[in-house]
């Protein structure tokens, strides 16, 4: 997906979230999608990287 397409189906996915703003990271899993709070870990590398290492597997 390449330009407006995939701005368009960023806002239809951040719309369908509840989210606002960028940056903003969604993850899926199957059919359920679940939201990472990055405000978080910023600043916090070793903790970011345990948070994307579970959310991986």
Known sequence: MRGQAHVDE???????FGVTGFPT???QDGDAWSQIPIQRYL??????REVLESVAT
Do not use: F, S, V
């Open 10 to 16: 960023t806002r239809r996915l951040m719309e369908r």
């Open 43 to 48: 600043g916090r590398p070793a903790l970011w």
């Open 25 to 27: 990271l969604l993850t």
